[in-house]
């Protein structure tokens, strides 16, 4: 099979400079496109020279509509209003749209989720291997050991992060919830400030921390009668995200539309078994 022909948006953003290189090293995927917002000052760039891999012939451009003609997947890690309106052009040229965007509202989701009707979307809170696995684990902890133990996710990101709970805090707080057979959204107990009280039983709750350069630190803790159980996985570079992304583009190339999770990519269901 040829290679696959992957363009990314946001290549002179921190994840797209990542994502360019580890493209550039994977057997199988070749760097068709990438895309910046109009304004940028890396319009006409070369992609790989920006990241640091060498000159591709790549040049970055403004025109997202442009660089996806011919190509055969589109890795995002931009913002909310940014990937909706990719998730339109990716399900209009039917191509694999793999999301790492955090920080989404319902309205998005509901877009996106109209997209996957026409095209592959694999999104993720997270798209490392390491917090997926985890995902799961808490998933199966969650089933096993009931209402009676307190779950507290804790997590921790550089001082430029811009939302909270982080989008992999999330993750595991859904996989929390999915391993009791509730809602987050009913059950998700997000601040905490003066009197408040007694915790309440079956809340899910979450704690972030902001500061330096830390890429991203997750724990989830069960808290019971007399013992505590701590899951953690701790980011020490970006390009376990990019790898996963990178991945998960080629494991959508033979898949039918639809909306997928990194937890299909990997294969975890099997870990997470019957519930």
């Not at 190509?71 to 793999?98: M, N």
């Not at 550089?158 to 996989?175: I, N, Q």
């Not at 080629?250 to 990194?262: A, D, E, F, I, V």
């Amino acid at each position: 099979m040829s290679e696959m022909r992957l363009v990314v948006a946001g290549a002179a953003g921190r994840m797209g400079r990542v994502l360019v290189q580890v493209i550039h090293e994977t057997p199988g995927a070749t760097l068709a496109g990438a895309v910046e917002e109009a304004d940028s000052i890396a319009i006409g760039q070369d992609a790989g020279l920006l990241a640091g891999c060498g000159q591709t012939g790549v040049e970055i451009t403004g025109d997202p509509l442009s660089a996806i003609l011919g190509a055969e997947a589109l890795l995002d890690f931009t913002s909310p209003e940014v990937s909706v309106e990719l998730s339109a052009l990716a399900a209009q040229a039917r191509i694999v749209h793999v999301i790492g965007t955090t920080g989404f509202s319902s309205a998005h989701l509901a877009r996106i989720e109209a997209a996957a009707r026409h095209s592959v979307v694999v999104r993720s809170g997270n798209m490392s291997l390491g917090v997926n696995l985890l995902a799961a684990l808490v998933e199966k902890v969650a089933h096993t050991l009931g209402v009676e133990y307190d779950v507290e996710i804790v997590e921790m990101h550089h001082r430029m992060k811009v939302d909270a709970p982080s989008g992999t805090a999330l993750l595991l707080g859904e996989a929390a919830a999915k391993g009791r057979g509730v809602s987050l959204d009913q059950h998700a107990a997000r601040g905490r400030d003066g009197h408040t009280g007694p915790r309440k039983s079956g809340d899910i709750g979450f704690a972030s921390l902001r500061g330096g350069t830390v890429i991203g630190d997750h724990k989830v803790i069960f808290a019971g009668p007399g013992e505590r159980i701590e899951l953690a996985h701790a980011a020490e570079d970006r390009s376990i995200f990019a790898r996963g992304a990178v991945q998960a583009a080629l494991w959508g190339r033979s898949r039918k539309p639809g909306l997928y999770s990194m937890i299909d990519v990997l294969g975890l269901n099997d870990l997470i078994g019957p519930r």
